[in-house]
């Protein structure tokens, strides 16, 4: 069974660089469409960026477009999310979610329910 354990939170300052590590283990990363997530307080949970089985198409939400990156390497069975120029609207829970979509697929979606497996979460807060 697939375990995901994200990793890299902290606080920052508007403006500044973080990157999240998911990691996977139980099951090979490989065969997973992978998304990223986050849910700022009193807001619902929203898709930030995802990235397909294949590695070919990855999407981002347009409020990070241009500023984030997501990618993944599969001999680490680690996801990432490069976030830089961050603002205060950045300020969540990011969590990442992984669906067994097959070693090429080329889908991926940046909706919360097409995705059964979720990490813990880790908290990014951007703050002066």
């Known amino acids: 069974q697939l375990r995901l354990v994200e990793s890299g939170g902290g606080l920052v300052q508007p403006g500044e660089s973080l990157t999240l590590s998911c990691a996977a283990s139980?099951?090979?990363?490989?065969?997973?469409?992978i998304g990223w997530f986050r849910q700022a307080p009193g807001k619902e949970r929203e898709g930030v960026a995802c990235?397909?089985?294949?590695?070919?198409?990855?999407k981002y939400a347009d409020s990070v477009k241009g500023r984030f990156t997501i990618s993944r390497d599969k001999p680490k069975s680690t996801l990432y999310l490069q976030m830089n120029d961050l603002t205060s609207e950045d300020t969540a829970v990011y969590y990442c979610a992984a669906e067994d979509t097959g070693y090429y697929s080329d889908w991926c979606a940046l909706y919360d329910d097409d995705y059964r497996t979720w990490g813990q979460g880790a908290q990014v807060t951007v703050s002066s």
């Open positions: 990235i397909t089985a294949s590695t070919k198409i990855t």
């Open positions: 139980g099951s090979y990363l490989d065969y997973y469409s």
